[in-house]
């Protein structure tokens, strides 16, 4: 079992910069891929960026790309997302996701959730 707690969302305006924090309590936490999500109000949990076991495999939505940077600290057990010029839209509830696996964008495919972190970018 493998618990998250996600931590850093806050409220933001158009343009500025967050960074979120996911702590992972299990020490093999440097053999799982580690990930992020989001979910606004009324749609899907959506992906928006993962790093492989390793970090030599990262993925990133398109719609994040060139703006969000993901990091991971294994003898920190930590995660992280810099997010930068943020939008509107980006504004959700972020969850970080873990997987004893391969490092996939496919989000049904991730093993365990944090209870996520509200991030909320003002016009």
């Known amino acids: 079992q493998v618990q998250l707690v996600e931590s850093g969302g806050g409220l933001v305006q158009t343009g500025g910069s967050l960074g979120l924090s996911c702590a992972a309590s299990?020490?093999?936490?440097?053999?799982?891929?580690m990930g992020w999500f989001r979910q606004a109000p009324g749609t899907e949990r959506e992906f928006v960026s993962a790093i492989s076991w390793n970090g030599n495999i990262i993925y990133y939505a398109d719609s994040v790309k060139g703006r969000f940077t993901i990091s991971r600290d294994t003898a920190n057990n930590t995660v992280y997302l810099q997010m930068n010029s943020l939008k509107p839209e980006d504004t959700a509830v972020y969850y970080c996701?873990?997987?004893?696996?391969?490092?996939?964008?496919?989000?049904?495919?991730?093993?365990?959730w944090g209870k996520g972190t509200l991030v909320t970018v003002s016009t």
């Open positions: 996701g873990a997987r004893a696996g391969s490092v996939t964008p496919h989000t049904r495919l991730w093993d365990y």
């Open positions: 299990r020490r093999t936490f440097s053999n799982y891929a």
